[in-house]
Nanobody
Framework: QVQLVESGGGLVQPGGSLRLSCAAS????????MAWYRQAPGKQRELVAD???????NYADSVKDRFTISRDNAKNTVYLQMNSLKPEDTAVYFC???????????????WGQGTQVTVSS
């Protein structure tokens, strides 16, 4: 069982910044991919940013040049630095990883519980 603990969400003014953290724990052999998704009220969940095992990144057009995804492999932690925040960024943000556990061959996707980000004056 993998546990994903998120932190860093909250209320911020337009133009402000937040950094989300997601720390993975458990009997993890390797992490193959990391990503952040978000879901706003009345909307479907959307991919915000992802980070592959080889270090390549991908961003939604709406957040490109404002958000940055990064990782600390030693801590099994993924970050999302969010700058120049807009009210449209208000959503529940979910961390997800694809990981392989010790003593298991298959990899599985795991999700965090979600953290609320609210951008408002």
């Amino acid at each position: 069982q993998v546990q994903l603990v998120e932190s860093g969400g909250g209320l911020v003014q337009p133009g402000g910044s937040l950094r989300l953290s997601c720390a993975a724990s458990g009997r993890i052999f390797s992490i193959n991919a990391m990503a952040w998704y978000r879901q706003a009220p009345g909307k479907q969940r959307e991919l915000v940013a992802d980070l592959s095992a080889i270090g390549s990144t991908n961003y939604a057009d709406s957040v490109k040049d404002r958000f940055t995804i990064s990782r600390d492999n030693a801590k099994n932690t993924v970050y999302l630095q969010m700058n120049s925040l807009k009210p449209e960024d208000t959503a529940v943000y979910f961390c997800t990883i694809v990981a392989t556990m010790w003593y298991q061959s298959p990899s599985y996707r795991y999700w965090g519980q979600g953290t609320q980000v609210t951008v408002s004056s």
